[in-house]
C-alpha cells in the first residue's frame, strides 16, 4: 500500500483511466484542428496509454 492507504493495483488503474482520458482528448484536439504539434500530443498520449495498458496486464514494453 502506498501512504494514501491504496494499492500499487489501485495506482495502476488510476493511471490506466487517466491515460484513456488523456488519450481521448488528444485524438479529438487533434482532430478539430490537425498540426504538429496536435499530432505530437496525439502520439504521446497513445505512447502513454500503451504504457499504462502493459503495467495493468503485466507485459514489459
Same mark, same amino acid.
Given at each position: 500500500?502506498?501512504? =494514501? %492507504? @491504496?494499492?500499487?493495483? /489501485? /495506482?495502476?488503474?488510476?493511471?490506466? =483511466?487517466?491515460? #484513456?482520458?488523456?488519450? &481521448?482528448?488528444?485524438? &479529438? &484536439?487533434? %482532430?478539430?484542428?490537425? @498540426?504538429?504539434?496536435?499530432?505530437? /500530443?496525439?502520439?504521446?498520449?497513445?505512447? #502513454?496509454?500503451? !504504457?499504462?495498458? @502493459?503495467?495493468?496486464?503485466? !507485459?514489459?514494453?
Amino acid at each position: 500500500m502506498n501512504h =494514501e %492507504g @491504496s494499492t500499487m493495483k /489501485d /495506482d495502476a488503474f488510476l493511471e490506466l =483511466e487517466r491515460a #484513456r482520458y488523456e488519450y &481521448r482528448l488528444a485524438m &479529438r &484536439r487533434y %482532430g478539430e484542428a490537425p @498540426s504538429q504539434a496536435t499530432r505530437l /500530443d496525439w502520439m504521446r498520449a497513445q505512447r #502513454r496509454l500503451a !504504457i499504462a495498458v @502493459s503495467e495493468q496486464l503485466n !507485459i514489459p514494453l
